[in-house]
């Protein structure tokens, strides 16, 4: 077998736009030989799928499955919101899941070389990249795990545009699944008051200070409207201090307690959320397909 050099792997990095490991495989196929490999990248499907790696994957779907005391949340994207509805689409998402909740990876490291039906995650997506025609990312995931007194709630919203997992001290799947519909809906970003980072309070408590000054009050005045304005802040913003979604005249706290159950964590996964998605000229890109 050829000694294959960091040199030679890094030049056919360059030439074909695959990752390390694809690149090193086919060098170690072909002995070496560069042209070689560049062919049998090309046969894999791996250099088409390459091609596609710059372009922006910011549909797609996330999904939510429970299996005993272990639960797991997926985000996997594609290009075009039709693509995230074909069944082959839908089918790597299920494998992936599926892989993810059996093998509980610590990281996306570990995760991505999970075998599915014989080949690893990393192979299946660039697989799958070249069969469909499109971008295909696997871009994130949740590992829970709770114990007997605990229990999971799981919502889908949308088909999978939003999924949701919750973590509750107690024995009502339907509480915590309720819990789960409201943070769907209403999107908190901390369980508590109390977890919001000090410096993001400060930045917080900072700007309401600058606004109340603006408005040309005393200084003993401002005082008590940043108080009061960053007390209301922290309540939008904390799950346990919301406003219930079904009943707006108790916090999700009164709600938890009214059913002896508490809030653990919670985890919720927009598809795309994050992504900065390219802005299309369609009439430019239908024109330069036919300049072509």
Do not use: C
């Not at 030439?15 to 049998?40: H, I, P, Q, S």
């Not at 107690?170 to 919001?196: C, F, K, Q, W």
């Not at 410096?199 to 000054?213: G, H, M, P």
Request: hydrophobic fraction near 35%; avoid cysteine; charge should be negative.
């Amino acid at each position: 077998m050829a000694n294959i050099k960091a040199a030679q792997v890094k030049e056919l990095r360059d030439k074909v736009g695959v990752g390390m490991m694809d690149a090193k495989n086919a060098l170690v196929e072909t002995d070496g030989d560069l042209d070689k490999a560049v062919e049998y990248l090309r046969e894999k499907g791996v250099a088409k799928a390459a091609k596609k790696a710059n372009r922006i994957a910011a549909e797609g779907l996330t999904k939510t499955k429970v299996n005993g005391n272990t639960a797991v949340l997926v985000e996997v994207n594609s290009e075009t919101d039709f693509v995230s509805k074909n069944d082959k689409f839908l089918q790597l998402v299920e494998d992936i899941t599926n892989a993810v909740l059996e093998n509980k990876p610590a990281n996306m490291e570990e995760a991505m070389q999970l075998d599915i039906k014989g080949q690893t995650i990393e192979d299946t997506i660039t697989e799958a990249t070249t069969t469909i025609g499109e971008k295909i990312t696997f871009r994130r995931f949740e590992v829970v795990e709770k114990n007997d007194d605990q229990v999971f709630g799981d919502y889908e919203h949308m088909g999978g545009r939003i999924s949701v997992l919750t973590l509750i001290d107690g024995s009502d799947v339907e509480v915590a699944r309720n819990v789960a519909m409201h943070v769907a809906a209403i999107n908190p970003l901390y369980v508590t008051s109390e977890d919001v980072p000090k410096d993001r309070r400060d930045e917080e408590q900072k700007i309401l200070t600058e606004q109340a000054k603006n408005e040309g009050k005393p200084d003993h005045i401002v005082e008590k409207m940043v108080e009061g304005r960053l007390n209301k802040w922290l309540s939008e913003i904390s799950l346990t201090e919301q406003d219930y979604v079904k009943d707006p005249d108790e916090t999700v706290k009164d709600y938890l307690d009214s059913h002896d159950s508490g809030i653990q964590t919670f985890f919720r996964y927009e598809v795309g959320e994050g992504i900065e998605k390219k802005e299309e000229d369609f009439a430019a890109e239908v024109q330069s397909q036919i300049n072509n």
